[in-house]
C-alpha cells in the first residue's frame, strides 16, 4: 500500500517538475523570439578575399573588376577582391568581436560561385508555366538535391559551415544572405553582355552573343532556385533566418538602367554596365519570380528549427529604400518623386507581398504564385534622395534622377542639416522612420513585421560615426513606441571592406582593417564601443 502511495507521489512530483521546466522553457524561448535583434553585417565578395585566401575566381563580378577595358573606361576601381581583409581567414576574430559588441545576430553571405564553381544547369527540374510564361512553379526534389550534392564543392561548403557553427557557438543566430549581387561566371558572363549591349545595331544578335545572360534570362531564375534549395538542405539545422537576395532592385537598376553614369560620378558600374530600360524591365522580373522561386525552396527544404522558437524558417526580403523626396514644391519634382517609389520600391515590394506584378507603364497583373513569398520586410538605409523630374525615358516611366551631388558641402548645412558621407550620401537620421512608417503603412493588412538589415556610414577617420548611429536607433526606436513591428537593426558593416568599385577606402566597418598588414590586423573603433553601450543599455 505504501508503496503504491509513493508511486504515485513519485509521479505527481515528476509531471509538476517536467510541466515548471517545459513553461520555463517556453518562456525562455518566447523571450528569445521577442529579444530585440542586434547585428552586423558583412558580404562574401567584399570581406572573405585576403592574404592567405585562396580567391574566388568564377564570379562574374571577379571578371567585371579585373577586365583591362573596365579598368580604363573608369566602371571599376583599382582595388581589387584578392587584397581584402580575409575573413575567411579572420572569421574567429571578426566573430569574438561581433559577440563582445553585445549583438545577438550576424548576416552573412554564401558565394554561390564557391558552391557550384561548375554548371548545374544539367540538372533538369519540371517547371509549371504561366499562361505569359513565368515560373509558377519550380519542382525542387530530393533527386535534385542528391544530383546538386555530386556537383558541391565540398571544401568550400565544409568551410562555410564551419564558419556558421563558429558563430552558432559564441551564441549569434544567423541572417544567412544566399545572393549579395554576384553570380557564377557560368550563369553571367558580363563582358560578352557589355560588348552586346554597346552595339548599336542587336536585331541579328542573340543576346549576349549567346554567352549566359545573368539575370536577363529565364534560366538563371531556375538555377537560383536550385542553389537556394540545396542551401536549405545543407545549412538548415543552424540557419532559420534567410534572405535570398540582397537589394535586388540594385542589381537591376545598376547593371541594366544605370549604364556609365556611376561611373562619371566616380562610382564605376555593376555588370553589364548597360543603359536600356527595357533590360532593366527584364532583369527585374526574373528577380522577382527568382525571389518568389527561392522562398518556396527554402521552405520546403530547411525542415529543422535551428533556433528552437517554434518557426523553421523566416525569409527576409533585404531591400534598399532611401527616403524619397521631391527637391521642390513643384509639380513636375513631386510627380517624379512618385514614381521613383513606384520603380524604386514597389515595383517589387508589391509583386513579393500582393502578388501584382506592374510593367514600368504601370498596368499590372495578379500572380497567386507571387503573393506572399516574404516573411520580414528587410530595409537597408542609407540616405535622404532628393528627387528631380527628368525625362529620362519619359514612355518607360523614368522620370526622376537624384540630385548630385546629394549636398553642397560634407558639413551639415542648410539644405542638408546632417551633413553629407564620404560616400557622397546625404546623412539623414529622420529618413529612416519615414521609410519604415511609408512601408509599414503600404503594407499593413499584411502584417509583415520589418527588420533594419543596414544602416551605416563611409566614414575613415570615424568622427560621424558615432552619432550616425546614435540618431538613426533613436528614429529606429520612434516606430518601434508607436507600436510598428520592428524586429531590429544590423549595422552596416562588422569590418571595413571592399565597397565594390569605390574600393578599400570607404570605411563602413566598427573595426578598422589594417590593410598594410599581411594578417590584416583589426582594432575597434569608437564608434564599436558606443554601440555595444546602445544595445546595452537600450529599452
Known amino acids: 500500500m505504501n508503496s503504491k502511495k509513493n508511486k504515485k507521489i513519485a509521479v505527481s512530483l515528476f509531471l509538476i517538475i517536467s510541466t515548471a521546466i517545459l513553461s520555463k522553457c517556453s518562456e525562455k524561448n518566447k523571450e528569445e523570439k521577442t529579444k530585440m535583434i542586434w547585428g552586423t553585417a558583412i558580404s562574401g565578395f567584399q570581406a572573405d578575399m585576403g592574404p592567405g585566401v585562396q580567391p574566388d575566381e568564377n564570379s562574374d563580378w571577379w571578371i567585371w573588376m579585373h577586365d583591362e577595358k573596365n ?143 545573368g539575370w536577363l534570362s529565364t534560366d538563371t531564375v531556375i538555377e537560383f532556385t536550385k542553389y537556394s534549395a540545396f542551401l536549405a538542405h545543407k545549412f538548415g539545422d543552424i540557419v532559420d533566418l534567410w534572405g535570398p537576395m540582397n537589394e535586388p532592385i540594385v542589381i537591376s537598376t545598376a547593371g541594366y538602367l544605370l549604364g556609365k553614369i556611376g561611373a562619371l560620378a566616380g562610382g564605376g558600374a555593376f555588370p553589364p554596365g548597360a543603359f536600356d530600360p527595357d533590360a532593366f524591365e527584364k532583369a527585374t522580373e526574373n528577380i522577382i519570380w527568382a525571389l518568389a522561386r527561392s522562398y518556396d525552396a527554402i521552405a520546403q527544404f530547411d525542415k529543422k528549427d535551428a533556433d528552437s522558437d517554434g518557426k523553421k524558417t523566416e525569409v527576409v526580403l533585404i531591400y534598399n529604400i532611401p527616403y524619397f523626396e521631391p527637391a521642390s514644391e513643384t509639380e513636375e519634382d513631386k510627380k517624379a518623386t512618385e514614381k521613383a517609389w513606384d520603380v524604386q520600391v514597389f515595383f517589387i515590394l508589391d509583386a513579393i507581398v500582393d502578388g501584382k506584378l506592374k510593367n514600368l507603364q504601370g498596368q499590372e497583373k495578379f500572380f497567386p504564385s507571387l503573393k506572399k513569398r516574404v516573411d520580414i520586410i528587410g530595409i537597408n538605409y542609407y540616405n535622404r534622395m532628393k528627387i528631380k ?119 563602413f566597418g566598427l573595426i578598422e582593417v589594417d590593410y598594410s598588414s599581411a594578417e590584416r590586423k583589426r582594432t575597434p573603433r569608437k564608434s564599436f564601443y558606443v554601440f555595444k553601450e546602445i544595445i546595452e543599455n537600450f529599452k
Do not use: Q
Open 71 to 213: 579598368e580604363k573606361e573608369g566602371l571599376v576601381g583599382k582595388d581589387k577582391p584578392e587584397n581584402g581583409p580575409a575573413f575567411w581567414k579572420n572569421y574567429k576574430t571578426d566573430i569574438d568581436l561581433a559577440k563582445e559588441l553585445g549583438t545577438n545576430y550576424f548576416r552573412y553571405s554564401i558565394e554561390w560561385s564557391r558552391i557550384f564553381p561548375e554548371p548545374t544547369t544539367d540538372i533538369k527540374v519540371e517547371v509549371v508555366w504561366t499562361e505569359d510564361g513565368y515560373p509558377a512553379e519550380i519542382k525542387i526534389t530530393d533527386e535534385t538535391i542528391r544530383e546538386l550534392e555530386k556537383k558541391a564543392d565540398e571544401n568550400n561548403l565544409r568551410k562555410y559551415r564551419e564558419i556558421l557553427e563558429y558563430a552558432r557557438s559564441k551564441g549569434l543566430k544567423i541572417l544567412l544572405t544566399l545572393n549579395h549581387f554576384t553570380l557564377p561566371k557560368w550563369i553571367h558572363d558580363p563582358i560578352a553582355c557589355r560588348d552586346w549591349f554597346e552595339l548599336k545595331e542587336k536585331e541579328n544578335t542573340k543576346l549576349c552573343f549567346g554567352k549566359p545572360a
Open 389 to 507: 523630374y527628368l525625362p529620362v525615358v519619359p514612355e518607360k516611366g523614368i522620370i526622376f534622377l537624384p540630385e548630385f551631388p546629394a549636398c553642397p558641402t560634407f558639413s551639415p548645412s542648410e539644405k542638408c542639416p546632417y551633413g553629407m558621407s564620404e560616400g557622397m550620401l546625404e546623412i539623414y537620421p529622420p529618413g529612416i522612420y519615414e521609410v519604415i512608417k511609408k512601408i509599414n503603412e503600404r503594407y499593413r493588412e499584411s502584417k509583415l513585421p520589418i527588420l533594419i538589415t543596414e544602416n551605416g556610414i563611409a566614414d575613415s577617420k570615424d568622427e560621424r560615426r558615432p552619432e550616425f548611429i546614435r540618431e538613426h536607433i533613436k528614429f529606429v526606436k520612434k516606430a518601434i513606441e508607436e507600436k510598428i513591428g520592428v524586429l531590429g537593426y544590423f549595422y552596416w558593416s562588422l569590418i571595413d571592406n571592399l565597397e565594390w568599385n569605390s574600393g578599400y577606402s570607404k570605411r
